[in-house]
């Protein structure tokens, strides 16, 4: 098993930056493919970012590409999403999520487990 934490979330201005940390503890970091979802008030939890066991490949949502990156470090069992360039629409809570089967993937189901959430407000 393994437990995840977030954190790094807040309020920011749109146009501003935050880079949000999952820090992985239990069973071993690099035996999980990693993802970011998002859920909005209203919507449903939606895929961010998913990076590979070791950090060869990488996917993003089509509305944060370009804007988001997902990095992950071994060593320190923690994967991050560094967000710029925020808007308005990007205000959710976002949730990381580990995945023991696969190396990485778009798709809710496919992840274990899961964080308790971190709350991204982005002011207009």
């Known amino acids: 098993q393994v437990q995840l934490v977030e954190s790094g979330g807040g309020l920011v201005q749109a146009g501003g930056s935050l880079r949000l940390s999952c820090a992985a503890s239990g069973r071993t970091f690099s035996s999980y493919g990693m993802g970011w979802f998002r859920q909005a008030p209203g919507k449903e939890r939606e895929f961010v970012a998913a990076i590979s066991r070791y950090a060869t490949s990488t996917d993003y949502a089509d509305s944060v590409k370009g804007r988001f990156t997902i990095s992950r470090d071994n060593a320190k069992s923690t994967v991050y999403l560094q967000m710029n360039v925020l808007k308005p629409e990007d205000t959710a809570v976002y949730y990381c999520?580990?995945?023991?089967?696969?190396?990485?993937?778009?798709?809710?189901?496919?992840?274990?487990?899961w964080g308790q959430g971190t709350q991204v407000t982005v002011s207009s």
């Open positions: 999520a580990a995945s023991s089967t696969r190396d990485w993937s778009t798709r809710m189901r496919m992840y274990d487990y």
